[in-house]
C-alpha cells in the first residue's frame, strides 16, 4: 500500500514563514505529479501549487513570489515553503502525488496565519 504523510502546519504570525512536507512511502513504482492544495470549511479545495516530472512548476496567483514548491532527490517528498503569510492562507492543506498511475490524498495539515 502507499501512504503520505503531510507535516509542518501550525500557527504563524502575519509575515511569517513556515515549510509544509509531504512524503511518500510504500510500494512505490512511479511517481508523477505532485502538489498542494488548500481548504477552507465550507469552501472547495483549490490548488496552490504544483510540479511535474520534469521541474515545471505552476502556481496560483494568490500564492506566486511567495510560495514555492518543491521536491527532494528521491522524489518521494515534496515540500511548499510558505513565506510572507497572510490570514487569507489559513486554510488545511493536503498534498496530492500521483503514484503508480494514481493520485493519492495526504491527510491534511492546519495552517493559521493571525496575530
Known amino acids: 500500500q502507499v501512504q503520505l504523510v503531510e507535516s509542518g502546519g501550525g500557527l504563524v504570525q502575519p509575515g511569517g514563514s513556515l515549510r509544509l512536507s509531504c512524503a511518500a512511502s510504500?510500494?512505490?513504482?512511479?511517481?508523477?505529479?505532485m502538489g498542494w492544495y488548500r481548504q477552507t470549511p465550507g469552501e472547495q479545495r483549490d490548488l496552490v501549487a504544483t510540479?511535474?516530472?520534469?521541474?515545471?512548476?505552476n502556481y496560483a496567483d494568490s500564492v506566486k513570489d511567495r510560495f514555492t514548491i518543491s521536491r527532494d532527490n528521491t522524489g518521494n517528498t515534496v515540500y511548499l515553503q510558505m513565506n510572507n503569510l497572510k490570514p487569507e492562507d489559513t486554510a488545511v492543506y493536503y498534498c496530492?502525488?500521483?503514484?503508480?498511475?494514481?493520485?493519492?490524498w495526504g491527510q491534511g495539515t492546519q495552517v493559521t496565519v493571525s496575530s
Open positions: 496530492k502525488i500521483n503514484i503508480n498511475g494514481v493520485h493519492y
Open positions: 510540479i511535474v516530472g520534469g521541474g515545471s512548476r
Open positions: 510504500g510500494r512505490i513504482f512511479s511517481i508523477g505529479d
